[in-house]
Structures are given as C-alpha cells and as structure tokens.
C-alpha cells in the first residue's frame, strides 16, 4: 500500500507511476479546481446522512452499498473523501486515493476538522498503489468512475478486491452524456442526442483541458464480463421534480424525473 498523505512520504506516488496523459490533464485541472469544491466537501462531510449524486438519493432509498462494518474500503477518486468519511462512520477502514493533491489536502483538513482519520493516498485509479486481493469494496461517486479510463481502472479494482467483494460506483447517465451541450454556456442538457451512442468511451470538451470517461451499457457489461465481474445491481437514479438545480447545471430538474441523469454499478467478484 502507498504510505499516507499525512505523513508526507508519498507525494511523490503519483509520479512514481508513468500517468498517462489523461491522467496528467486532470491532475492538473483537478487542483485547479480543488478550492470550489472545499465548501460543498464541508456540507457533505456535516451530512449524517449517505445520499448519491446531484439527486441526492438517500442510500437509505436505494441500499445499493453492501454492509460496510469491519470492511476494507477504497473509494477510487475519493475527492474531498466525505464518502470516505460517511463510511468510516460505519465502522469501514477506508483509505481514500486521489489523483490531486490540492484535493487531498482538502480532506487531510476536513479529517482534522471533524476528527476522523484514515489513509490519503496520492496515485491514480489506472495503476492502484495496492496489493492484489486487499479490499471488499472499491467505490467512487464522480471519481475514477468518470475520470479515469475504465479499461484501466476497472481491471485494477478487479485485482485489488477480495473475492466476494463489490465495486459500487456512480457514473453521469448515459442519456445525459448523449444530450449534454458541447459548451458550458449551453447547459443544461435537452432532449435531443449530441453524438453518437457507438464508440462512446473518451470525452473531451472545449470548455477546459480535463477528459472524462463514459461507456455504452454493453460496454460495461463487456468490460465487466472480462475482468472477471458480475453485474449485481444497477440503479437509474430519478430526481424529485421540486429539487433545485445544481450548480453544475448539467440538467434541469424536471430532466432527471424523465431519465436517469446519474446511474450506480454494483458488480461483484465472485468467490
Ligand atoms: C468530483 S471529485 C470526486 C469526489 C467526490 N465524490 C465529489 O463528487 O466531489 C473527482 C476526483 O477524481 C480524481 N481523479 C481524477 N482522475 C483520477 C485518477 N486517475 N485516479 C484517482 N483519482 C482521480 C480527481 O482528482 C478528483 O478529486
């Protein structure tokens, strides 16, 4: 396991590894970023309460995580951590590993501002500083779900999970990523397809320099099937018609009571 943030060894593990050059792009954008995520990371860290995504479903809702008491946890592209933290409230022993470290430095605080502490470590999703068959559960909410390639990271939780464990993660609706503007300026989505739904897998866009990741259902399946996981369960999520927008204005309300503007994988590595 890479050693942890806090002690300062391992600034450097995301280095040691070659990043490819997605990787490098969203690191880059990511600490860029980090400081408009550190208030809403404080609400999420106060919330008692695990809910997913801009919809904000309760868990309680959907019961889509496993039993996470006295579990090993990884949550891949962990942020700002609060779904870390949510977890380790749980009893989980969670370890939260993150591309930026502007990011990681964000939850290094909230750990001492809420008094809960557990591994920070710095590294990518696509090359896991971790021995094989060390978690029973990988999640991610918006982390290496959609910034990492799944073609690299899914095969990495497949090695890093025990068998019998699960990887539950949160990705953008593929419908939403078909209706999404190319431009901020034109969010949020509309009812009309973009692109494609064939070939789907890397996203640029011209607004910044990141790139992100979305794959067509069969797809996943595929890339499940060959790594060795099985589908347990997927959960379309529905907004409530009274909900605010977002701030990332990505879809209207209303949309997402119409299609599933965020979907959660549970899929399972068998024993
Ligand atoms: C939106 S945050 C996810 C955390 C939190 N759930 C949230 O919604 O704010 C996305 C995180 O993914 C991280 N990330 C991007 N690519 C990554 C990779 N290859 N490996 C690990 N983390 C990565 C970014 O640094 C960023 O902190």
Same mark, same amino acid.
């Given at each position: 396991m890479g050693a942890q943030l806090a002690d300062g060894a391992d600034l450097e593990a995301a280095e040691a590894v070659k990043l490819s050059d997605h990787a490098r792009r969203n690191r880059a954008e990511w600490n860029a970023w980090a400081a408009e995520f550190v208030e809403p990371g404080r609400r999420a860290w106060a919330a008692e309460e695990i809910s997913w995504g801009i919809v904000d479903t309760l868990e309680s809702d959907?019961?889509?995580?496993?039993?996470?008491?006295?579990k090993d946890v990884l949550e891949a592209g962990?942020?700002?951590a609060y779904v870390s933290a949510w977890l380790a409230r749980r009893s989980a022993r969670v370890t939260g590993l993150d591309l930026s470290d502007a990011q990681l430095a964000t939850a290094r605080r909230f750990q001492q501002e809420f008094g809960l502490e557990f591994p920070l470590v710095h590294g990518s999703a696509e090359a896991m500083p971790f021995a094989d068959e060390s978690f029973d559960l990988v999640v991610s909410e918006y982390g290496a779900s959609i910034w990492a390639d799944p073609y690299a990271w899914i095969p990495e939780a497949a090695r890093v999970l025990r068998p019998g464990g699960h990887a539950v993660f949160l990705v953008n609706g593929t419908l939403l990523v078909l209706c999404?503007?190319?431009?901020?300026?034109?969010?949020?989505? @509309?009812?009309?397809?973009?692109?494609?739904?064939? @070939?789907?897998h890397r996203f640029e866009w011209p607004d910044d320099d990141s790139v992100d990741f979305h794959l067509g259902y069969g797809d996943w399946i595929s890339l499940f099937t060959a790594t060795g996981l099985e589908v347990d369960d997927f959960v379309e999520l529905q907004g409530k018609p009274d909900a605010e927008p977002s701030r990332?204005?990505?879809?209207a309300p209303e949309w997402a009571t119409k299609w599933p503007a965020e979907e959660i994988w549970r899929v399972r590595k068998p024993r």
């Open positions: 959907v019961r889509v995580l496993p039993d996470v008491a006295g962990c942020g700002t999404m503007p190319e431009l901020e300026a034109e969010f949020p989505a @509309g009812t009309r397809f973009e692109r494609p739904y064939f @070939g789907m990332f204005n990505l879809f």
